[in-house]
């Protein structure tokens, strides 16, 4: 895909194509880029870049405070979208961008206006703007879906195969101007849509965006009808990135000739040119697949692949894809603004929007408070801070110590808790070990980060003897329960092969101490922790099955536990 190409689009028509995604990390070519980019439009156009972390008053405008508190009256501030009107917005890692922040971006986008309550003001601005967004995530993070749906292009920047492409600001406002008068027949409408389909692309808006693209491309090229060949390179420009399959086309095989018929007299007297007209026009069908076809011929080898491939790795992952939930908290954490509250019992004080709320209210409280006092500050005014705390992920593995295995389990248990350790310790998540062995369970290591404490705890740990499973269960269960009660996310990991022969009292008694181990696996599964069943045994086990069945986890069999299948095993039931 040329990323010069779209750029030029964009410039024809900011507004109807929304924007660009530039996925890659920063460079000398995204530089080239955005500096090719300014060149094609005149001086005077608005930029503004807007980082993940702008406020909303910044956004969308607020109260300008040095003003109110000076003038003793409510004086606007207009927003950063309002100042782009007619100009474009620049998203550094757009990738990171909140989604609030994303959804207040796509209703301006949408709108084309900038709508803001508050302080007592109400903000109205027009705001049309296309939105430049720096994309420099890994494969695991993406634009946030409803920006990433309004923004026509989305280009790879090392598969930019157009580096040469020269054009100028005459030529695009010359493109401008034509834009809205190109011709476009039914036949490649429907041919787009038909493409569009083919490419597993059910969003209207993006074959929109497609017919768009036709249209300024043969603009671009001074035709005043869009062809086969602009069509086909905006399937390119807008489908392929999004297409989520392969289009199917089915070998044709050449009919067996026919005896021909006896015409008819009046057959006969018809002109020749008459029977052939309807050749003329193509049905929708063979329009789209002619379109397909002069794509594919433009893609690479394995773009096509690639990029489906892509698509649906990220959509398996769903919209989160991350272990770590947020929470609400008043100490620590992501600021996501303020509210109205008491700045006391270890809440924060939000100093300028306490400012903010008590500024429109000075003319009217001096009449009514002492003339020396410069600013008048009611408890109604006060701001305290808002945070979002990340939940911390706890994964407690329960190992079934007993037995004349108990040395290969543990074994698996040790390498798998320093291997998933190696990895939270980035993410800041805990691991803990509970072992069962002989007449009941011991918290062998407590939830932790650390990896030398874990190396020195793992290094004696001991096994053999009886298996009270259900002693097992039920310290998990405590332990998982008051992790969630501190506000984190337990994650259970059970190794074992699921037989039971030990009570919680330490009787050895087979049928007892299964039903337990069964009752206790049933109360398990109310709480609503995720967990997850390794069977150890050299073959998988039905009592193995049967707990994770009862436990409401997954099951998963694994004779020879290698410590990285566990990690992937455990990351999946994360996510």
């Given at each position: ?20 995604a530039?996925?890659g ?21 608005p930029f ?13 405008g607020?109260?300008d405070?040095?003003l109110?508190?000076a ?7 207009r927003?950063l979208l309002s ?10 890692m ?7 922040l ?34 420099e ?10 920006l ?38 039914e ?38 009808e ?11 420009l807008v ?27 009046e ?9 052939d ?28 692949a ?7 790795q ?84 329960v ?19 320093q ?31 650390s ?63 299964e ?22 045994s ?11 069945q009862?436990?409401?986890a997954h099951?998963?069999p ?18």
């Open positions: 895909m040329s990323a010069k190409l779209a750029i030029a689009l964009v410039t024809i028509d900011p507004t109807g194509f929304g924007g660009l530039l996925r990390p920063a460079s000398p070519v995204r530089d080239e880029i955005i500096a090719f980019f300014k060149t094609l439009l005149p001086n005077t156009t503004r870049r807007m980082p993940p972390s702008i406020t909303d008053d910044r956004l969308m607020g109260l405070l040095a109110t508190l003038t003793g009256r409510a004086v606007p501030m927003g100042e782009c009107d007619g100009g474009f917005v620049i998203a550094p757009a990738e990171r961008m909140p989604h609030s994303a959804s207040r971006l796509a209703v301006a986008m949408d709108l084309h206006e900038v709508r803001a309550e508050r302080e007592g003001m109400s903000l109205r601005e027009e705001a049309r703007f296309g939105v430049i967004a720096l994309d995530g890994l494969e695991d993070e993406h634009l946030p879906q409803g990433a749906e309004r923004l026509a292009f989305h280009v790879m920047l090392d598969t930019d195969a157009d580096s040469d492409l020269t054009l100028t600001a005459q030529q695009i406002i010359a493109a401008r101007h034509a834009y809205q008068t190109i011709e476009i027949s036949e490649i409408i429907s041919g787009l849509v038909s493409a569009a389909l083919a490419f597993g692309v059910w969003s209207m808006r993006a074959t929109q965006f497609a017919l768009r693209a036709a249209r300024a491309l043969a603009a671009l090229a001074g035709r005043s869009v062809t086969q060949e602009d069509a086909a390179r905006a399937v390119k489908l392929v990135p999004r297409a989520t399959q392969i289009p199917q086309q089915e070998q044709e095989q050449a009919p067996e000739p026919e005896p021909e018929p006896e015409q008819a007299p057959e006969e007297a018809q002109p020749e040119h008459s029977r007209s309807d050749d003329d026009h193509l049905s929708p069908e063979s329009a789209g697949d002619r379109i397909v076809e002069a794509t594919q011929t433009l893609l690479d080898a394995d773009l096509l690639r990029l489906v491939a892509s698509n649906l990220h959509k398996s992952k769903g919209a989160g894809g991350k272990s770590q939930s947020q929470h609400a908290s008043r100490m620590r954490g992501a600021p996501i603004g303020s509210r109205p509250g008491d700045p006391r019992n270890g809440a924060k004080l939000n100093l300028l929007d306490t400012l903010c709320s008590a500024a429109p209210w000075q003319t009217l409280r001096r009449k009514t408070s002492p003339a020396d006092v410069k600013v008048h500050i009611r408890k109604q005014d006060f701001r305290i801070r808002r945070f979002a705390e990340k939940k911390r992920v706890t994964t407690f593995f190992v079934d110590a007993s037995g004349s295995s108990a040395l290969h389990r543990l074994s698996e248990a040790k390498g798998a808790v291997h998933l350790l190696a990895q939270c310790y980035q993410r800041r998540d805990e691991a803990a070990l509970i072992s069962f062995r002989g007449t009941g369970a011991t918290m062998l290591l407590p939830p932790t980060r990896l030398t404490r874990v190396r020195r705890q793992l290094a004696h740990l001991p096994g053999g003897g009886g298996t009270p499973l259900a002693a097992g269960i039920a310290m998990a269960k405590d332990a998982a329960d008051q992790t969630a009660r501190r506000g984190g996310t337990p994650v259970i990991v059970f190794l074992t092969d699921g037989q039971a022969n030990v009570t919680r009292d330490g009787v050895g008694e087979r049928p007892r101490a039903q337990e181990a069964i009752a206790m696996a049933q109360q398990l599964r109310l709480c609503g922790f995720a967990s997850l069943v390794i069977d150890t050299p073959r998988p086990q039905v009592r193995a099955q049967r707990l994770a009862e436990l409401g099951y998963m694994l004779p020879a536990a290698d410590p990285a299948r566990v990690a992937r095993a455990v990351q999946t039931v994360m996510g």
